[in-house]
């Protein structure tokens, strides 16, 4: 039903007369024109055929397209929808008056179709909001790219720009494909991609990504992605996709309206023919009262306010949270993810930023700087990770003439050069006692980096894994929510393990552990869980594939260069910011809240005023407020989805 919904839409759209602008206009026309007929039926003695002409103009009008809807359902043996539904119960009302001893209902019938109108056009407007707010993310398509090819530049499609070409971007520009900078630097947008607002600096070296604007220099790229394989086609593809990912709640709603409907015109035609073949009464005498309870109980049953309003929920909640730089690849992920009790996290990458950086420096009779200064120089030359630490510690080392000789790397130990005409080591332990060196412990947690300057000890450097800032809010606000549990897994050593834990106030964690310990310790933690709830699992996404897919619900985060993150999570966060888990969950749960606020307050209003038709207290005015007033209601609460906050 909501297909078929989709559908027909596609088609109320193509006739619209220019969309929305149209169809006020046919609405103001078609309210003039019922206006003016019915002041022709008060002020002249007009029969009721000679009348019928004056309202089919009005009711032609704007019920045009609801008819060839309807007319097209039962070509296609569809026959149960609302257009088919809005039609039986107008066109009955425009015939009851010419049986015997009932009253004509001309204005009713075409009031009845006019508000199904204003209905369709409320429903056209929510719809165009909640795609504009997903539509934002399609802005990041980008059209052109400028490449160079033969000392000239071209200006092509991004899909023909092979892999390894140069491309250049101004400013002002999208980038079309990823890459590499070879050359220049820059500042990036990256809001419609990440949500977030603050420009990422790029320079030569850095990678950069598809679908970001270049804000101020001129870049050139050497692409290291096909257009289809890039971060800015995936996102596309992804959210092209979502909609596909029906939710329990939306497809019940299209279950229900299927079978729903034929019952509703089933039970229409008995309420119109039973009692009258069941009193004494002479048929034709009754029959026009029962017929037109019928036509009410057919335009109350019309279940245009859930198949719209649910649908049209979770779509507002899918593109609220795409604002929020949080895609979520289909509504059938919003209801587990908003029963979540229990949040597994990867550690590296995903609550720390995956790289080493000086936490501390311990000077012995030297000063903090020129430290890290001479260190910075002995691990100019080298490629690990502890090395690249203290050179970012201290940038200025290129540049301020100090001639580094003797390098010399101990494997498994650390590295000696003569700095400046210096003698320095640095190094672990091992290193220090082979070369006689009495070194001091450090309490804290890390790599310690021993460093002896003219066989003295001149003191230590403590590396670490630095947690995000982001990391210290995201316990808290998940236990806000209610979440029970927080689970840590890492590769890493135990005290690390601890240390990030006990800082963050995680509740559980498990340390040394290889992919294949994480899927084992997440089924452990599946099969502790209650039943109805669900356990998200966070991780950065690179390899943590198997246990994205093995959580109920799977989170990748800062997917903006792990494909496999976007292929196997159920939810990927475009930043690497942990705190949106905790937006996330709130935003499904609101979705959620606002599809049964709809679904409970379109029923009850339905069921009373059926109950009143039932026994001839219900009219067709209260008829047209359960229909197309309780859809306008509906749709207008459905649109607080849109909003994250």
Not at 513 to 526: F, G, I, N, S
Request: proline share 3%; glycine share 8%.
């Amino acid at each position: 039903m909501a297909e078929n919904h989709r559908h027909t839409h596609g088609h109320t759209h193509h006739h619209s007369h220019g969309g929305s602008k149209g169809k006020i206009m046919l609405i103001a026309v078609a309210a003039l024109l019922l206006t003016g007929a019915i002041l022709i039926e008060k002020n002249s003695n007009l029969t009721a055929l000679q009348l019928l002409p004056v309202y089919l103009v009005p009711y032609l009008l704007i019920g045009y397209n609801t008819l060839r809807e309807a007319g097209e359902g039962i070509a296609k043996g569809n026959w149960f929808n609302e257009h088919f539904l809005m039609s039986l119960a107008t066109v009955g009302a425009l015939c009851i008056g010419f049986l015997p001893g009932a009253e004509t209902e001309f204005p009713e019938a075409v009031f009845v179709m006019l508000f199904f109108q204003i209905g369709e056009l409320f429903e056209d407007y929510a719809e165009g909001r909640s795609r504009d707010s997903i539509s934002h993310l399609m802005d990041i398509r980008p059209d052109t790219a400028h490449v160079e090819r033969n000392g000239s530049l071209l200006t092509v499609s991004p899909d023909e720009v092979k892999v390894g070409e140069n491309i250049v971007i101004r400013p002002g520009e999208k980038i079309p494909l990823d890459g590499v900078i070879t050359e220049g630097s820059s500042s990036l947008n990256t809001i419609a991609l990440t949500g977030e607002s603050m420009p990422r600096m790029v320079e030569t070296d850095d990678e950069v990504m598809s679908g970001c604007i270049n804000l101020s220099g001129v870049i050139r790229v050497r692409t290291t992605k096909s257009f289809g394989e890039s971060t800015v086609s995936k996102i596309i593809g992804l959210i092209e996709h979502a909609d596909a990912r029906k939710s329990r709640s939306e497809s019940f709603i299209t279950r229900f309206a299927r079978i729903y409907t034929p019952i509703v015109v089933i039970a229409a035609l008995l309420l119109a023919l039973v009692p009258p073949l069941c009193t004494s009464a002479a048929f034709m005498d009754v029959f026009p009262v029962w017929l037109h309870r019928a036509l009410i109980f057919l335009i109350v049953s019309c279940p245009c306010a859930l198949v719209i309003s649910v649908p049209l929920t979770f779509f507002g909640g899918l593109g609220g949270a795409s604002r929020e730089g949080i895609l979520i690849k289909g509504s059938s992920y919003m209801d587990v993810l908003a029963k979540v009790n229990t949040v597994v996290f990867d550690k590296t990458g995903t609550l720390t930023h995956g790289e080493f950086a000086v936490e501390a420096v311990h000077p012995e009779d030297f000063n903090e700087k020129e430290l890290l200064h001479l260190a910075a120089h002995v691990e100019h030359y080298s490629t690990h990770p502890i090395g690249e630490a203290l050179r970012s510690a201290f940038p200025d080392e290129k540049n301020d003439g100090c001639k580094v000789t003797e390098v010399e790397e101990i494997a498994g130990e650390g590295i000696k050069a003569n700095v400046a005409g210096r003698a320095v080591y640095v190094g672990n332990t091992k290193m220090m006692n082979r070369i006689g060196i009495k070194w001091k412990n450090c309490s804290c947690v890390g790599t310690i980096i021993h460093v002896a300057i003219d066989g003295k000890y001149a003191g230590h450097i403590v590396i670490n894994d630095r947690i995000k800032d982001e990391s210290f809010q995201t316990i808290p606000s998940l236990k806000k929510l209610g979440v029970e549990q927080t689970v840590m897994l890492t590769g890493d050593r135990k005290e690390v393990a601890a240390n990030v834990a006990e800082k963050l106030g995680i509740d559980r964690w498990y340390a040394e552990l290889l992919p294949a310990d994480k899927v084992k310790y997440v089924e452990q933690l599946l099969a502790e869980n209650r039943t109805g709830k669900a356990l998200a699992f966070v991780g950065d996404g690179i390899n943590d594939a198997p246990v994205l897919k093995r959580a109920d619900i799977g989170i990748a985060m800062g997917a903006l260069g792990s494909d496999a993150a976007i292929e196997a999570a159920d939810i990927v966060l475009m930043d690497d910011n942990p705190s949106k888990i905790a937006s996330a969950i709130s935003i499904s749960r609101r979705t959620i809240r606002i599809a049964r606020e709809n679904v409970g307050f379109a029923i009850g209003i339905k069921i009373a005023i059926l109950l009143l038709a039932s026994v001839g207290l219900g009219t067709m005015w209260m008829a047209v407020f359960a229909d197309v007033g309780v859809t306008v209601l509906a749709v207008f609460n459905a649109m607080r989805a849109l909003k994250t906050n």
